[in-house]
């Protein structure tokens, strides 16, 4: 299969060694069973941070957003060096870049690709651009639910829905202003459903049961295209 | 004033040389008084002539897209040849490229940058790189309508809007199939509201009168940015 | 076998899908047969349109030939996404690009590389650098005729010929100004020559017939270096 | 006066937007009175960071280091933009692209180029390779001590000194283990005395008082080159 | 005005400081005066000394090309930190590359740019593409002469002649086997002829003459395009 | 086993096609036994040309490493195109484009990288990067002596030591002045004592012989890092 696998930048935040080698013994099981892989990386605190010293200083929202790209573009080498010798050993700044490298047969890692676009586009269309088998959201919390966990308790994960579904969840769910989901952008569905590509939401501290979410075994939400 | 004007695909379909020399002309007298201007090139004619090859050949929609923006690449070099002296030899492929080469002090012209992305996008994206004082549409009807004029010969052309107004008119007007709003698409609406970026939309046979449109002296439309 | 095609422009041209599917197949099979290919495009009606439209406003002719260059690779770039998963996913821009990347072991398509220089001189670079077995040139003819056959319908096909005769049946059947023939330049027999390239001159019509015309088992010419 | 101003990566560690108007200032202040600048950054506490989940996950040496060169160059980033208008859009990755950028009369910003060097050994190439009048290490303490103030709260400044007093100061002062002092490395200082630059260590707090630590009249160190 | 100096690889194998003085000091006062240089250099003695060690470990035809080609750019980086300050700080690999960096307003060194393509016919590419006023051949001998003066003491200088003219003398003058003259070659001539570009060939020891010899006060031949 | 072979610029010197064809049947055997090789090659007599012709015309102390630098990578080009098919073909200018360009699988061939910088210290960076069994200094003296085996014909071969006795006989035993020691200098040494990287200092003229110098079974010696 080909995969592509969207780490949330909140993964980098918890400087967890574990964090890390989970990750690792996944891709490199998913490559020795025949996989191939290509990983996106959100910005996370690192990001905020730099976003924040700009935006003191009265920097413009393009330039902030490449502060941010920048910052996950370092959490991308941080796993490009980790995974030393499956990887590809640059990051692709633009999805042009992507597709040329792509080829070398080698696991990409990519941070953001441009102001304006959030990391899960990014992921959207490197997964439209390899005819992604599945497009794995790992974030930290273990799938799509009825309300944001985050501050409902009694919230529900949906383990399958499509992206209908998923637009009104988001939208009814979300505490941040109308127009900019988290998890996944218009953008993003919009290439979503445009190239049929199937998502997974899931929990990166589960990312050893990719496979088997996947296959619907393991909790984790299943994201058709409409 | 920083400039950013996109010119229509439609501009180059018309294979005019009139067009072009109204151009030439009007970037030679804008540089001369002193204005710092960025061009976009759409792809028109030539994108869909490769996009319909690549698709009766079962390309995907991200290569598909390249096809379009490799063909708006084609214009822009029409352009910055026909304007040499005054441009920045290369078109850039990104907007980190362009964000670089601006400071060349050069008129720089790119077309598209990335699948997903109409070149109005990119126009937005350079605009508030630049912190641009108008994003101009030069396109082939004199200004936001209330309906298509396409195929409404009543439709009554908007001098003023703000860009709340203007989601509306889009959304009720056209044919084309709700989310892809032709002239300006969410994402570039975007863009311009949260970088309160002046939007002038105009007809490219009176590129010769963009700053009479710029100070509401001759037809175009002038939107708010909300 | 190391093979070179050349496609002419007039390929483009025809807009047909059939065209496209044939060169698909046929490329798709020599890479199973385990041949080693790389793609040369022309320019065509899109190079001829952009040049003329340069030219009318007074474009240099360093600046069209690059407009012709661009068309080209636009050319190439549709070649390269048809073919995708065999190719190298980027239109090298010279030939130094080329040799860095031929070693990926993938097709290489590729246009022009520099003003002052035809394709089919790209053709013979591109064959010289990699110790090509035959560089082909696909063309809207059978071969090579004693005279133009677009001008004279009793021109007969010369199905083995060596370069000597070649330059003077060029310089003899041409109707263009001396020193330019078409299908082949001084300059790419020149390097043929030094470098004793075989070359076959053939249909793009009968490109799944490639490697029985190679062996002189359907009609084309076989071109010897001198 | 061409200036080379190395920035601790102290200075970014205090997110502190007074630290970066003082920096904004001056820098605008310099250019404003005809000097030229080039910037070097440190990487600081996020070049810590992640070379600290780098090494529990085994990355070797040679990538460690790029990761801090990476973090570098966020910070370069994060000045580039605060200093958007009069730098350089682009951060060099190596002097070699330095010196080419260096002729757009810009202030260029740069980090880490290489494993294996400190950005300290930077800023000493790239005051060789432009010929600077000063390289000015600007850091968390006033200057050149003779013990590490850091320990010692009755080091005295060394107003003036060479740098074959400042290789024994900084080798009997430091507790890092020998040969890789602080403030300036064995190769930086090599560098310095081949081509002969003199260098200013001081606070950055007091980086709007440059031009009179440069000229005695400020606490600061001079070093001579031997 | 605009020239194009095509320096002669000779000009480097005499390793002479005074060669290089007078160069320094030539362009630095057409600088002065208002004049855009570039230049291009040849490969000379370094050239051949590594074209010969491939040849004979059967290195081919493009390869040993490309030795020669990185030979003249060593040379042509020579001459960019000679001239530092004046100069663009990177030589040009191809064309396309030249175009961009030529607007930068500095003068541009460049070396070879394609195997199977001599360096005047860089010089003739480049001022093509820059509409130069001048090409300007400087080489170990006074001018075009009626015979190789290398082999003929009683050859005699042609101060003026035009491109028919040349090519005859070329031919007929020349030990070198057919097709492949010295000083221009066919390709190079093309060029000059469409493209109307005057040509100087001088004395490189004479540099400090140029714009004497351009107006036929001093000796030299001026060649007009046909 | 991952192999590292620097070498000496001497060699090149030599002009000589026997100790070409060694290093390419040497070369050629460690591939077709399943090593991988990375080649760094020095700058030697044409290095030395142009550094000379740059110092008397004042060229600063950067750009003279410069000129140096690309002399090296006209020799690496030599090695590139003599090992063409084995060889990555391009040579990388710094260790993030070579670190990128390993991942080919190729054999690649480098010149210098950095000025300030000698190719030993290249060669140590690479070996450290890509984490090699052996760096393999191939020079023109059989290994490390007890003195200058150039100046004392008793110098006595050291067949191991560690780099700690190393450093000691470097010391004593050259002319050259005191902290710039040929064969391997400071900044070599720490990379190879940090990353424990085994070196061997051979004979060039003995290349054949390289896996049994490894097993200590013919001349050279082996040095231990410490
Ligand atoms: N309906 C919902 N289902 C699941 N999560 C939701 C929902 N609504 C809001 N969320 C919030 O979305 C968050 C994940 O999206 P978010 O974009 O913040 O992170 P990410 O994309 O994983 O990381 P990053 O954007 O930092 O790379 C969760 O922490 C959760 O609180
Ligand atoms: N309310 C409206 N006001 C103005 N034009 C409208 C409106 N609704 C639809 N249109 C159509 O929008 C078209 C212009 O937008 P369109 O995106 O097609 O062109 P463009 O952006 O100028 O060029 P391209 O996308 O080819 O670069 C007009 O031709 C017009 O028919
Ligand atoms: N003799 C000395 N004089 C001055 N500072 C000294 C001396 N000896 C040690 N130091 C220490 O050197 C430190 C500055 O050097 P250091 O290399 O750590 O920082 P930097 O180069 O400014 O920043 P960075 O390396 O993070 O970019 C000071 O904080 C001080 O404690
Ligand atoms: N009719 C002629 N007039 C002038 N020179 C001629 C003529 N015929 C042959 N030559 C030879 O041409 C030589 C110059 O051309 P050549 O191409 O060898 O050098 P270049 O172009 O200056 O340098 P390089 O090719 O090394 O860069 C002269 O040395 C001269 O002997
Ligand atoms: N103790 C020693 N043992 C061995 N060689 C020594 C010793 N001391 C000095 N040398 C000299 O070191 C030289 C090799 O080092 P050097 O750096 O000059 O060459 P290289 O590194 O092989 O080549 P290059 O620097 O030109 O690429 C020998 O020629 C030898 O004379
Ligand atoms: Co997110
Ligand atoms: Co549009
Ligand atoms: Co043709
Ligand atoms: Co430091
Ligand atoms: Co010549
Ligand atoms: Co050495
Ligand atoms: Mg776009
Ligand atoms: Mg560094």
Do not use: C
């Not at 990409?108 to 088998?133: N, R």
């Not at 127009?179 to 445009?194: F, S, V």
């Amino acid at each position: 299969m080909k995969l592509v696998l969207k780490i949330s930048g909140k993964f980098f935040d918890e400087e967890s060694s574990e964090n890390l080698i989970v990750l690792k013994d996944t891709i490199q099981r998913l490559i020795n069973e025949g996989h191939k892989v290509a990983i996106v990386s959100g910005g996370g605190a690192t990001a905020r941070k730099y976003i924040k010293m700009g935006r003191e200083l009265g920097v413009n929202e393009a330039h902030l957003d490449l502060l941010g790209i920048w910052a996950s573009r370092l959490n991308a080498y941080l796993l490009t060096f980790i995974l030393s010798g499956l990887t590809y050993m640059k990051v692709p700044e633009n999805l042009e870049e992507f597709i040329e490298k792509w080829e070398s047969g080698k696991v990409i890692v990519t941070g953001g690709f441009q102001p304006g676009q959030s990391t899960a586009t990014v992921a959207a269309l490197v997964s439209e651009a390899i005819g992604a088998d599945y497009l794995i959201l790992a974030t930290n919390v273990d799938g799509v639910y009825d309300k944001d966990p985050r501050y409902y308790s009694d919230a529900k994960l949906i383990p399958k829905l499509d992206t209908e579904t998923l637009k009104k969840v988001l939208e009814n769910s979300q505490s941040v202003k109308a127009g900019t989901y988290e998890l996944l952008d218009p953008l993003a569905i919009k290439i979503i459903e445009r190239s049929k590509i199937k998502v997974i939401v899931m929990n990166y501290k589960k990312l050893d049961k990719i496979l088997d979410i996947i296959r619907g075994k393991e909790i984790g939400s299943v994201i058709q295209p409409m």
